[in-house]
T-cell receptor
Framework: DTGVSQDPRHKITKRGQNVTFRCDPI?????LYWYRQTLGQGPEFLTY????????KSRLLSDRFSAERPKGSFSTLEIQRTEQGDSAMYLC?????????????FGPGTRLTVT | QKEVEQNSGPLSVPEGAIASLNCTYS??????FFWYRQYSGKSPELIMF????GDKEDGRFTAQLNKASQYVSLLIRDSQPSDSATYLC??????????FGPGTRLSVLP
């Protein structure tokens, strides 16, 4: 049973460039979440999918951020025109949609550095 | 604005002692509660979840939930140096609207 995987693990980019991250959830999980975490803070919710449907999106998510989960399996998070304030750890988590089962399991994260 | 509050610490306890971590939340509609452990530079690891008022025990860990007081806690018995980490409290409405606290740093002294 493999866990949640994320790729790449580290990304360094110059301000203004676009970046894309990938998340592969645990195979039987149909809920997928994206978070952003900065030093000394807890994870901050960005968006949530159930299967291929994006059901929730944080008001904090600017128009430069977009996420997809086209076939209800892996997901991508794209950040356009990156800014230095986007530097953070981007975390993906997955869970089942079973009744009474809401536990999320996190991947290792993608650390983004914008120079 | 839904909020989850935790004492940032550090909370220092001697090896073998009980560590008590606390969390309060603002949204009375919250139904599911989680504790994650996060080592420096790593991603959060789920250690406990609780959905009903009362206590839930799993090995050395006990989660306690009091919805009337909007309070959830984590007790770690027989603390070990390997328990030294940041502990994140997360609150949700079933499988949605997850909000994480800032975390409490725990240091277990040998």
């Amino acid at each position: 049973d493999t866990g949640v995987s994320q790729d790449p693990r580290h990304k360094i980019t110059k301000r203004g460039q676009n970046v894309t991250f990938r998340c592969d959830p645990i195979s039987e999980h149909n809920r997928l979440y994206w978070y952003r975490q900065t030093l000394g803070q807890g994870p901050e919710f960005l968006t949530y999918f159930q299967n291929e449907a994006q059901l929730e999106k944080s008001r904090l998510l600017s128009d430069r951020f977009s996420a997809e989960r086209p076939k209800g399996s892996f997901s991508t998070l794209e950040i356009q025109r990156t800014e230095q304030g986007d530097s953070a750890m981007y975390l993906c988590a997955s869970s089942t949609a079973g009744t009474g089962e809401y536990e999320q399991y996190f991947g290792p994260g993608t650390r983004l550095t914008v120079t | 604005q839904k909020e989850v509050e935790q004492n940032s610490g550090p909370l220092s306890v001697p090896e073998g002692a009980i560590a008590s971590l606390n969390c309060t939340y603002s949204d009375r509609g919250s139904q599911s509660f989680f504790w994650y452990r996060q080592y420096s530079g790593k991603s959060p690891e789920l250690i406990m979840f609780i959905y009903s008022n009362g206590d839930k025990e799993d090995g050395r860990f006990t989660a306690q939930l009091n919805k009337a007081s909007q309070y959830v806690s984590l007790l770690i018995r027989d603390s070990q140096p390997s328990d030294s980490a940041t502990y994140l409290c997360a609150v949700a409405y079933y499988g949605q609207n997850f909000v994480f606290g800032p975390g409490t740093r725990l240091s277990v002294l040998p």
